[in-house]
């Protein structure tokens, strides 16, 4: 039996807003997946009666370059901690078994920011494209960018 290697993710990021503030924005998946996909992810909706109250709830979205559906589901969160994990329902793509967790911290020594912590982890099917988990793994890079971003201040 041949294993097939797991690929893991840690990123972090110092975030210019209150943990608060951050929190109410990304404890629903859905407004972390138009923060992070912008306009190339479109039908973004809760399933089966899925919202934001609700765990497990599943949701999904398609990305618009291939109509690729992307089908999850949030399978844990801890409001207290300002946690939230989610994961994959079917293969998307050449994902699958993917598993991501992010969660919200005070920087203590600097009242109004947050810390943010994102964890990921996923397998590749074996039809893969040689060179994908590299791609994934260079656009998950840019995703806390774009989150960092989302909660800077305005330009002056």
């Known amino acids: 039996m041949i294993l097939k ?5 840690y990123q972090t990021t110092v975030l210019d ?7 109410s924005e990304v ?4 407004k ?6 912008g306009d190339t992810v479109g039908g973004v909706e809760w399933v089966e009666g899925g919202s934001p109250e609700r765990v497990p709830s599943r949701y999904e ?3 618009l370059a291939n109509q690729g559906l992307v089908q999850q ?5 801890n ?3 300002r946690s939230l994990t989610y994961r994959t329902l079917a293969p998307v793509l050449c994902l699958y078994d993917y598993v991501a967790t992010y969660r919200v911290f005070p920087v203590t020594n600097d009242p109004g920011r947050s810390f943010l912590e994102y964890s990921r982890e996923f397998m590749v099917t074996d039809d893969a494209e040689p060179g994908i988990v590299e791609a994934l793994m260079t656009m998950m890079d840019n995703q ?5 971003d989302y909660f800077a201040p305005p330009a002056q």
């Open 32 to 37: 972390l997946v138009k923060i992070l996909f």
């Open 144 to 148: 806390i960018s774009v989150v960092r």
């Open 73 to 77: 589901e949030v399978a844990g969160r």
């Open 61 to 63: 979205f398609t990305m």
């Open 5 to 9: 290697p797991k690929h893991t993710m």
């Open 79 to 81: 409001d207290v901690a």
């Open 27 to 30: 404890r629903d998946v859905l």
């Open 17 to 23: 807003a209150d943990p608060d503030a951050v929190w």
